[in-house]
Every structure is written in C-alpha cells, then in structure tokens.
C-alpha cells in the first residue's frame, strides 16, 4: 500500500541543490526526506472509507424506513389464500361402514396478473388445455394487474401436469381439499353436496356444517386426524337397490319423476331413500335444474288413497267403528255442490275391512263423518302427517291443509284430496299404524331403545292390530297384490290421485303411491314407492298405483329383505290374519 511506504533519502551529487525542504537536525545538508506521497495517499484512503460508510449507512437507513412504512400500511389480501386445514371435513359412511363422501386433494391454477408478461399468449396456452376458459373473463383477470386472481379451481392431476409444461411465467397452483362421493348420484339427495369451497350447502354435509364443523374450520380446529366419520342409518345396499328400481320404473312406466323410501319401522331409521331425476355430485352441473328435487322430503303431494290408512286407523281408534262396523257405499255422496264416487264401487254397503280393500271414497267418507271435523283434523297432527318434519335432512318441505276446515274438506281429506304432504312424512305415519308409536325418522344409525326413549304413543295395540289385518287382507284380495314377495307376507295399501293442474284436477295425470310394510306378523319395515304421472306401461294396460308403484315396491322388497335381516317364512303364505292384542 503506498499510505505504508517507509521513508527514504536520496542523496544529490555535490554541487546540485533543490528547492526541497531539508529534515532539520541533520548531519547532511544533501539529504531530504520525501514524504509527500505517503501524506496523499493516506488522506485519499480515509476519504474512501467514509463515503463507502455513507453508502452503507444510507442503505440500511432506506431499509429501514421501509420497513417502518411497510408496518403502517394495510395487509394485502390480493395475494393467494392462506393454506387453510380448516376445510377438512369428516367423512360420511353408511351404517356398514362404506364410504360415502370423503375429501380428496386436487390442484387449483391461479395468476399473479403482474408478473404476466403476455396476457393474450398466456390464454391461448391454456386454452390447449382448459378449452372451456372463458376468453374475455380470463383477459380481464390477467390484465387486472391485482396481486391475485383464481383461473381454474380443482384440476385434474393431467391437466397440471399438462399446464406445468407449457411454462407460463406468473402462474402457479395450490393445493385444495374437494369432497368425493364414490357412490356417485346413488345417495346424492341424503348424502348432499358442499361447494368450491369445501363447505355443505344440501343434504346431510349441510346438516354436519349446521352441528359445528363451521366453528371448528373457523376457529383451526378441524384437523383431519381428530374428525370421526359421520354414520349414516343408510344402507349402500339396499340404497343401491332403491335407486336401481326407480330409475328403471321412471323409465318403464314413462313417469317423469319416482321415489321410494325403506323406513325402519322399529328404529325410525331411514335405511334408503332416493328420488329421480338426481344428479351426479362429483359434477352436480345440473343439480339447481327445476326437476331435480328430492320429492321424498321436500316434495308436496295430495297422497291419495293412502290417507285411507290414517281413515281407517282414526275410526277404530277413536271407537267410533270396528271391523264389524259397516259403512253405506251404495249410492254416491253429496256434499254441497260435490258429490263423492267411488272408481270401482261396489254400489252396496260394505264392512269395514271391504271399505279398505275396495278403496272406497263413500266409505272413506262416511268413516270421516263418524270421527267429525275436529277429530279428523287432530289425529292427523298428532301422526305428524301435517307437522313440519323434525330430521336432520335440512330439505323437509311443510304440509298444506285447509285453515278453515269444513265438512267437505274432511270429507276429501279422508280419502287423500285437500292437505298436501311429503311421501316421507305419509312413510312415518303408516309406520306408526304398525306398532302405535311415533317416531321421528333419523339419517343418522340408532337403536331400538334409542329410538323408544323419544316414542310418542299415538294409536291403541288394538287399532295397531287391526291395521295390520286389513294390510295384509289388501295384498290377498284387494289392490295390494302386485307388491306380494313369497315368504315375506307384505301388506299394504295404493293411492291414486289426480294431480291439480291449473287450480283443477286433471283427469289424466296422476300421483301414484304404494305404502307396504313387512312381514305383515310384525312388521319390521315400511316401503313407500311413488310415481310422478306414469302412463300405461304398454297399449291397454292400466297407469293405477297398482301397475306401477305397486309393482316397484314388490322389486323393492323382494331384492332387499334379505340384506335387511328379514328371514323368509312360508309357512302362512297369504293369510290375513287378526291378532288381538289386549290394551
């Protein structure tokens, strides 16, 4: 370094002198020191170093001010969400344990719109592989300079990969959770759906929402490893046999929708239920459609003949009427300004039991004005056949009814015209017909003991027995035949009723139902099966409840008994039997 140099002397031949100051106090007048470099270098150096502290001190000052500017300034929230395992949720399983919902991790595309270099480039890339981007949306987005913006959510692992190679600069993907439903549409009505977000917005994923999961996602709790699995009461198989049977009878008796529910009559389970049209939740692109409506529970429907169950059970409960009784169907009934007929009457007067098997409308009628219109309107309430449902499916339309009841709104309510209520309700009600309790229906699996700690007895064993006679006697000799399963002695009861079109009834669609319930000795269950305007499966043949819902109850019942537990008996095929039961 020259700043360090040492000093030397030089020494001028004799004789030569130069201005150069001479070093004092020496022996020597010729000699000099030269120390003037040394002195200009060193001030250079120091000078240098003060600036390049400058510099530094400068920097780390900017830096800091930054930082300290940074700190006032509101969060930017147009960044990428923040990792979130909080839209875990828990699986759904039947009551065997089969998957029915699970979450799945998929990958969804975003952009950071400014660090796009080419907008129009980078959307004729991804076109390639999402044909279905919206151009013009998608311009806007990427030319929005924002911090963020989605492009795609839940991809498919090849269309990452496949928009990893075409290397776009200023995109990138996170990881996701979406919900999987393996059974496909089979249980879409019970099971629901949760939307891009991951939260339930239908069926029972709303319901678990509704319990707490929103709290826990909310507050970072609902990690996937502490999340049990929801069980269902349903049974995949036998929900697999209900969804089959429907489908096909839609489609064989060229309805335009069908339903059927397998309601434990002991339990108050529901075992399956489903309803046509449905959809598909892993791509519900349809399910807002007009048509697709779970009729089961959120459907509203003048039932029809299968109201005759609740006639008939109001009568003899009330003692107004036994199966001795007789009721007079010999001639038409006018009231006011309508006049009641029977489809196949019998023009005579007809017992009790007749009545039922005949579906008649004047007997019906006549057992209603035994009860009067206080009476009639009571025991209905009290089944629950006009109260709002109580279950855990949030999808559970109210029951219509008169708000003045008369004598002619008992009268057509009696044999199921004037209150509309849903399949499911109607299914609930006819259970308790069959052991005398009610019970609210449940998705979720419960035990007999379970279920009784909540029973409300709403009919005498007497009326119970009675209603089973005059089950099994309809599937003997009345309309109830074509739901016969050899070995499971099922009864039951048809419903046929004209749908309102246009503020009248219409002479040629109807709503058809079938409620059955087995084994008719002591009931375990009931399948209730309907039919949203059939037509006549072939040229000739009739579109009654009888040669369509009738006809899906039997399949029903005769695939699934067996899975259900219920063991075959043959021993007293066809025999409506009356077993007395003491109060």
Request: proline letters at 7%; a neutral charge; glycine letters at 10%.
């Given at each position: 370094m020259i700043g360090s140099l040492p000093k030397f002397k030089v020494r001028l031949p004799a004789g030569l002198a130069l201005p150069f100051r001479r070093k004092s106090g020496t022996a020597d007048a010729n000699t000099i020191v030269v120390d003037g470099a040394r002195k200009a270098t060193g001030g250079r150096t120091r000078t240098r170093v003060v600036m390049t502290m400058a510099v530094f001190l400068g920097i780390y000052a900017a830096?800091?001010?930054?930082?300290?500017?940074?700190?006032?300034?509101?969060?930017?929230?147009?960044?990428?969400?923040?990792?979130?395992?909080?839209?875990?949720?828990?699986?759904?399983?039947?009551?065997?344990?089969?998957?029915?919902?699970?979450?799945?991790?998929?990958?969804?595309?975003?952009?950071?719109?400014r660090h796009i270099v080419d907008a129009d480039e980078a959307i004729e890339k991804l076109a390639t592989v999402l044909p279905e981007i919206?151009?013009?949306?998608?311009?806007?987005?990427?030319?929005?300079?924002?911090?963020?913006?989605?492009?795609?959510?839940?991809?498919?692992?090849?269309?990452?990969?496949?928009?990893?190679?075409?290397?776009?600069?200023?995109?990138?993907?996170?990881?996701?959770?979406?919900?999987?439903?393996?059974?496909?549409?089979?249980?879409?009505?019970?099971?629901?759906?949760?939307?891009?977000?991951?939260?339930?917005?239908?069926?029972?994923?709303?319901?678990?929402?509704q319990q707490g999961l929103t709290a826990l996602q909310q507050s970072g709790l609902a990690d996937p490893k502490d999340l049990k699995p929801v069980k269902l009461s349903v049974d995949l198989r036998v929900q697999h046999?209900?969804?089959?049977?429907?489908?096909?009878?839609?489609?064989?008796?060229?309805?335009?929708?069908?339903?059927?529910?397998?309601?434990?009559?002991?339990?108050?389970?529901?075992?399956?239920?489903?309803?046509?049209?449905?959809?598909?939740?892993?791509?519900?692109?349809?399910?807002?459609?007009?048509?697709r409506l779970n009729r089961m529970s959120a459907g509203l429907y003048e039932m029809g003949s299968t109201f005759k169950s609740f006639t008939t059970a109001m009568v003899l409960d009330d003692g107004d009427a036994t199966l001795n009784s007789r009721f007079d169907a010999s001639h038409p009934l006018r009231v006011g300004r309508q006049t009641i007929h029977d489809f196949h009457g019998k023009g005579r007067v007809l017992t009790l039991p007749e009545v039922f098997i005949y579906s008649s409308n004047i007997g019906s009628a006549r057992e209603a004005l035994a009860v009067g219109i206080d009476g009639h309107r009571a025991f209905l309430h009290r089944l629950g056949i006009l109260e709002r449902m109580n279950t855990e499916l949030p999808e559970v339309a109210r029951p219509t009814e008169p708000r003045v009841w008369k004598q002619v709104n008992s009268i057509t309510i009696a044999f199921g015209h004037g209150v509309s209520t849903t399949p499911l309700q109607t299914a609930v009600g006819c259970a308790a017909l069959m052991n005398g309790f009610l019970m609210e229906p449940t998705f979720l699996k419960r035990t007999e003991q379970e279920a009784m700690e909540t029973a409300k007895r709403v009919v005498k064993d007497s009326t119970v027995a009675a209603m089973r006679y005059v089950y099994a006697l309809n599937a003997e000799k009345g309309?109830?035949?074509?739901?016969?399963?050899?070995?499971?002695?099922?009864?039951?009861?048809?419903?046929?009723?004209?749908?309102?079109?246009?503020?009248?009834?219409?002479?040629?669609?109807?709503?058809?139902?079938?409620?059955?319930?087995?084994?008719?000795?002591?009931?375990?269950?009931?399948?209730?099966?309907?039919?949203?305007?059939?037509?006549?499966?072939?040229?000739g043949m009739g579109a009654t409840a009888a040669s369509n819902a009738g006809i899906m109850a039997h399949n029903i019942i005769a695939r699934s008994a067996a899975m259900l537990g219920v063991k075959p008996d043959f021993s007293h095929e066809n025999g409506a039997t009356l077993v007395s039961l003491d109060e």
């Open positions: 830096i800091a001010g930054r930082l300290v500017w940074l700190g006032f300034q509101e969060p930017d929230n147009s960044g990428p969400p923040a990792s979130r395992v909080t839209a875990s949720r828990p699986d759904i399983v039947d009551r065997n344990g089969e998957v029915l919902a699970t979450d799945i991790k998929t990958a969804s595309l975003y952009a950071e719109p919206d151009y013009e949306q998608t311009y806007h987005k990427l030319k929005s300079g924002a911090g963020f913006v989605w492009l795609q959510r839940q991809l498919t692992p090849k269309q990452q990969a496949e928009i990893l190679q075409l290397g776009i600069p200023g995109i990138g993907f996170r990881t996701e959770k979406r919900r999987f439903y393996p059974a496909g549409s089979t249980a879409a009505y019970i099971v629901g759906l949760t939307n891009i977000d991951n939260q339930g917005i239908s069926g029972m994923e709303k319901y678990i929402d046999v209900v969804h089959d049977e429907i489908t096909t009878g839609m489609e064989r008796f060229h309805a335009i929708a069908a339903g059927a529910v397998v309601f434990n009559i002991k339990t108050g389970e529901v075992v399956a239920m489903a309803s046509v049209p449905d959809f598909d939740p892993n791509n519900p692109y349809n399910a807002q459609d007009k048509n309309s109830g035949r074509n739901a016969r399963v050899p070995g499971y002695r099922v009864g039951g009861k048809t419903g046929t009723a004209e749908k309102v079109v246009n503020g009248r009834y219409s002479k040629d669609k109807n709503f058809n139902a079938f409620v059955a319930a087995f084994p008719m000795d002591d009931p375990q269950y009931i399948v209730l099966t309907i039919a949203d305007e059939p037509k006549p499966e072939k040229p």
